[in-house]
């Protein structure tokens, strides 16, 4: 499902989440992922047959189906044989596509029952696709549980790392303590870390600290993937920039406590900087105003 950013406040009737496949470079492409456009199948909803355009010259035709021995394939405009992103196996079928923002990553989702000795298994799997140097680059399982007896094998997006406990205020994930270096800060924060850069584009760390006595809240997937806002700084103002689609899939109310701190992905083309990046919140001591925090300006270079 695709929807469109909502108000924090529209969302505090929700519960809090803030779980996400965890380590290392897996964690920011599923953070990818669940920010990426989804390429829509056909009526049926079970196949793909379309044209994916990468710049002005280059593009992608993209095939899939979900069946048995369905996979998914692409073939570049400049090439003449198809790639295997997905080769159909262990009864997973294709369920969701989705193509990165700046059209560097393609994630291909294929869920279903895999048989295993103590019965048939629900699990999911986004494999990852780099399509700028035309590569796999990793498999990801996002769920693994006993069909059968209704039992989680593996933590989730929506559940805790140890033992599949709900999150709750005192055991919200993907927060750390406040970095010595910024221990004058008094106030809620978004500071530039680090940035590098790819082709056209710039991948920037940006963390969030909340040095307050009290919790805030905002929409998100998890305290490192929050609904975030850009905007362009233009012709002496600051003006809103769209950031595209989000998916409404694992979307809740996540937090970060008194003296926490958590670090957020951004990904900027080149030629819309300077920009500057904000995070709407509602802070627990004023429980019904919503209030943005914006990131200094944030130059290209």
């Not at 496949?21 to 390429?39: A, N, P, R």
């Not at 994916?52 to 400049?78: H, M, N, Q, T, W």
């Not at 940035?195 to 600290?209: Q, T």
Request: net charge neutral; aromatic share 10%.
């Amino acid at each position: 499902m695709k929807v469109q950013r909502l108000s924090v406040l529209s969302l505090l009737g929700l519960v809090v989440l803030s779980g996400c496949v965890t380590g290392g470079d897996g964690h920011e492409l599923v953070s990818e992922f669940f920010y990426s456009e989804v390429i829509q199948p056909d009526e049926s909803g079970k196949k793909w047959d379309v044209s994916v355009p990468l710049d002005d010259e280059l593009s992608f035709a993209l095939r899939a189906e979900a069946k048995p021995f369905g996979d998914a394939v692409i073939r570049y405009s400049d090439e003449s044989t198809d790639r295997i992103v997905y080769r159909y196996a262990d009864y997973l079928y294709v369920e969701e596509i989705r193509v990165s923002p700046y059209k560097q990553t393609l994630f291909v989702k294929v869920s279903g029952l895999v048989p295993r000795f103590s019965g048939n298994w629900e699990c999911s799997r986004v494999t990852i696709y780099d399509l700028v140097n035309r590569k796999w680059l990793k498999t990801i399982e996002l769920k693994e549980s006993n069909g059968d007896a209704g039992k989680s094998n593996q933590a989730t997006p929506n559940d805790a790392s140890d033992g599949g406990e709900p999150q709750t205020k005192e055991t919200a994930r993907d927060t750390e303590p406040i970095p010595v270096k910024y221990a004058s800060e008094t106030e809620i924060s978004l500071i530039l870390e680090s940035r590098n850069k790819a082709i056209n584009c710039h991948n920037m760390k940006v963390r969030l600290i909340n040095p307050t006595s009290s919790y805030i809240t905002f929409t998100g997937y998890s305290a490192s993937q929050p609904w975030h806002m850009i905007q362009k700084w233009r012709m002496g103002n600051w003006a809103d920039r769209p950031v595209g689609w989000f998916c409404g899939t694992g979307l809740g109310m996540c937090l970060i406590p008194p003296g926490q701190s958590s670090v957020i992905s951004v990904h900027m083309k080149d030629k819309v900087f300077p920009i500057r990046v904000g995070v709407e919140y509602v802070h627990e001591k004023k429980i019904q105003e919503q209030q943005v925090v914006w990131s200094a300006r944030i130059d290209k270079d």
